[in-house]
């Protein structure tokens, strides 16, 4: 059985930080690309970003304007979204995901296959 289990949300003031860990079993994590999600009330879903499975490259939606870093540990099957400088417009809930070929691209939600259950990140002014 696929799982994923994300964590680390939580309220910070704008300019805080926070590190969201996802926690995955039940698939070959190394040869899968693993991406963060997040959704803000009356929004879509929007691609954060994403650790591609076969080069290990990682991508980043253009409005984060370098202040997040994904990155994974593949010996406890894990992914992190380490967050920075952040800004009421960053308050969504955060879901990882995965997916062995995103065949519409990394940004894509239909592109998933795999969902952990959301972690809220609320960014008070």
């Known amino acids: 059985e696929v799982q994923l289990q994300a964590s680390g949300g939580g309220l910070v003031q704008t300019g805080g930080s926070l590190k969201l860990s996802c926690i995955t079993s039940?698939?070959?994590?190394?040869?899968?690309?693993r991406s963060w999600f997040r959704q803000a009330p009356g929004k879509e879903r929007e691609g954060v970003a994403c650790?591609?499975?076969?080069?290990?490259?990682?991508y980043y939606a253009d409005s984060l304007e370098g202040r997040f870093t994904i990155s994974s540990d593949n010996a406890k099957n894990t992914i992190y979204l380490e967050m920075t400088s952040l800004k009421p417009e960053d308050t969504a809930v955060y879901y990882c995901?995965?997916?062995?070929?995103?065949?519409?691209?990394?940004?894509?939600?239909?592109?998933?296959?795999?969902w952990g259950q959301g972690t809220k990140v609320t960014v008070s002014s």
């Open positions: 039940g698939f070959a994590f190394a040869d899968y690309a």
């Open positions: 650790i591609k499975n076969y080069d290990g490259s990682s």
């Open positions: 995901a995965a997916d062995w070929y995103p065949v519409t691209g990394w940004k894509n939600a239909d592109s998933y296959d795999y």
